[in-house]
């Protein structure tokens, strides 16, 4: 199923379960997206496909007839909608804890996000104040590239990209067949076979310059393959801990403030933060994020990965 019409689906599940009064099928296509660029016949037809698929997938969408009104309505039935209460064992609880871990938040959140505000601006009353925790699907990772590869993963695609090794500011391309993505202390990687190198490799991925290129596909993985101890290697000891100096505008950067070991004014404009770091590509991935409130004094290495990374969303 493409990605398109996954996103389809889900909104139409979230419109349904969200509305506290059925909705008829124009205010569906108003509020779905995907489906208000359709013209008439042919969103009918997406419907009905939509709504027959649902249903044999277990979605109960019912139909209801008010007698005030030309159309029927649709709406999906939270009670019928909700699993029985599920029993787990210790070890089932622990595996789904930790998927609950890497699938924190979603990709798919905004275009919800944006189904329920078209439905709030169009009158209809939601509540979509339990929707949040069951339908977020985004894994929490702040490396640009994971997106990518993640997906190049899972169709079994080649990627291409540029790639700054450990301790080094040369950058090289590297054509890769991904056999996964794994976290580990925090820091995520791809392990794969480097074609370039014809031997399998593990490439953090907050070392990836730039835009991850897909190639053609598939390829094979290889039986036994241990991404685990793939990833085992490249990290080598413990990073030591230092301390960077940040400048953080007055009034923003709450989070930082929080961690920071000391904050001193040092201007009408700017506050002088100390926070302590092992990875100066995991700090550039937080701080960056911050935008123009943020601008790293020292050490060198940390200014240069901000500065490295602002470059790379630019580009």
């Known amino acids: 199923m493409s990605r398109r019409k996954t996103e389809r689906l889900l909104n139409l599940v979230i419109c349904l379960l969200a509305t506290r009064r059925p909705l008829s099928a124009e205010q569906i296509r108003q509020a779905v997206p995907g489906y208000d660029r359709e013209s008439d016949e042919a969103f009918q037809r997406m419907f009905e496909r939509d709504k027959n698929e649902l249903r044999e997938i277990g979605i109960p969408i019912e139909v209801m007839r008010d007698p005030w009104e030309d159309e029927p309505g649709y709406k999906i039935e939270r009670q019928s909608y909700e699993l029985p209460e599920i029993t787990l064992e210790p070890d089932e609880a622990a595996v789904l804890g930790l998927a609950a871990q890497v699938w924190q938040r979603a990709s798919l959140a905004d275009a919800a996000s944006g189904a329920l505000l078209k439905l709030r601006a169009g009158g209809v009353q939601t509540d979509a104040s339990p929707l949040g925790g069951a339908l977020e699907l985004r894994v929490d990772s702040k490396d640009p590239a994971f997106p990518a590869l993640w997906e190049a993963v899972r169709d079994r695609?080649?990627?291409?990209?540029?790639?700054?090794?450990?301790?080094?500011?040369?950058?090289?391309?590297?054509?890769?067949?991904?056999?996964?993505?794994?976290?580990?202390?925090?820091?995520?990687?791809?392990?794969?076979?480097?074609?370039?190198?014809?031997?399998?490799?593990?490439?953090?991925?907050?070392?990836?310059?730039?835009?991850?290129?897909?190639?053609?596909?598939?390829?094979?993985?290889?039986?036994?393959?241990?991404?685990?101890?793939?990833?085992?290697?490249?990290?080598?000891?413990?990073?030591?801990?230092?301390?960077?100096?940040?400048?953080?505008?007055?009034?923003?950067?709450?989070?930082?403030?929080?961690?920071?070991?000391?904050?001193?004014?040092?201007?009408?404009?700017?506050?002088?933060?100390?926070?302590?770091?092992?990875?100066?590509?995991?700090?550039?991935?937080?701080?960056?994020?911050?935008?123009?409130?943020?601008?790293?004094?020292?050490?060198?290495?940390?200014?240069?990965?901000?500065?490295?990374?602002?470059?790379?969303?630019?580009?």
């Open 157 to 315: 695609k080649v990627v291409r990209f540029d790639y700054r090794a450990s301790g080094s500011e040369n950058v090289r391309t590297r054509t890769v067949e991904p056999w996964g993505v794994v976290s580990r202390r925090g820091r995520w990687y791809l392990a794969g076979f480097d074609r370039d190198r014809d031997a399998p490799r593990a490439f953090r991925l907050s070392r990836i310059m730039g835009e991850v290129a897909t190639l053609k596909g598939p390829f094979t993985v290889p039986d036994g393959v241990d991404l685990r101890e793939m990833v085992g290697f490249p990290e080598g000891e413990p990073m030591e801990e230092r301390t960077a100096i940040v400048l953080v505008r007055k009034g923003t950067g709450e989070g930082l403030r929080q961690i920071a070991r000391a904050v001193r004014p040092a201007d009408e404009e700017w506050d002088r933060a100390e926070l302590t770091f092992a990875d100066p590509e995991r700090l550039a991935g937080w701080l960056a994020s911050l935008g123009a409130d943020v601008q790293v004094v020292e050490p060198p290495d940390a200014r240069d990965a901000v500065i490295r990374r602002l470059k790379g969303a630019w580009a």
